[in-house]
T-cell receptor, first 112, second 115 residues
């Protein structure tokens, strides 16, 4: 079945640094979603991407839908302590069943 | 209430107990989902309901029994669970199952511990 590879698995950065994480798939995806999960809470949708090449920002967050439709990245600029959490990519494949395929997550820690 | 709510937030149960998890969405969505999230593992889809009809059972053991009385409410009935069933159980909802944008919105989860 379709799978997503998300990297890196974890990051430990200094406050103020920029962060980049990405997801790749072996098959084409029609939608890419990026979520953030705080400890003990459910994932919260950050950005949704629907077209190849689409670049979307949400505050300090920027995400892009890869032109090949097989990858997406999320950038966080000028990180702050509250950016700490687990970031998940997710996507809908070509089967159009509505099922979301999730990446394994990137754990971000920010040192003040 | 707004968004997706789940109760209880925490549950501790013995292996012989019967309990239920409840999820309610206030977003006017038609599809609802149960996911299991264990430590160090990706989110695992358990069940999908679309317009109250179950459309997906992802090989989930029968000790987990879902119920969807209407498009706004989803239950997960638990009985004779095993310690390895301890996890965060997440409910999500979306506008539709397929055929268009399908952003899923998650509840806060129920942290389940089976003793």
């Amino acid at each position: 079945g379709q799978q997503l590879n998300q990297s890196p698995q974890s990051m430990f950065i200094q406050e103020g640094e920029d962060v980049s994480m990405n997801c790749t798939s072996s098959s084409i995806f029609n939608t890419w979603l990026w979520y953030k999960q705080d400890p003990g809470e459910g994932p919260v949708l950050l950005i949704a991407l629907y077209k190849a090449g689409e670049l979307t920002s949400n505050g300090r967050l920027t995400a892009q839908f890869g032109i090949t439709r097989k990858d997406s990245f999320l950038n966080i600029s000028a990180s702050i302590p509250s950016d700490v959490g687990i970031y998940f990519c997710a996507g809908h494949g070509s089967s159009n069943t509505g099922k979301l395929i999730f990446g394994q997550g990137t754990t971000l820690q920010v040192k003040p | 209430e707004t968004g997706v709510t789940q109760t209880p937030r925490h549950l501790v149960m013995g292996m012989t107990n019967k309990k239920s998890l409840k999820c309610e969405q206030h977003l006017g969505h038609n599809a609802m989902y149960w996911y299991k999230q264990s430590a160090k593992k990706p989110l695992e889809l358990m069940f999908v309901y679309n317009f109250k009809e179950q459309t997906e059972n992802n090989s989930v053991p029968s000790r987990f029994s879902p119920e969807c009385p209407n498009s706004s409410h989803l239950f997960l009935h638990l009985h004779t669970l095993q310690p390895e069933d301890s996890a965060l159980y997440l409910c999500a909802s979306s506008h539709q199952l397929a055929g268009g944008p399908n952003e899923q919105f998650f509840g806060p989860g129920t942290r389940l511990t089976v003793l």
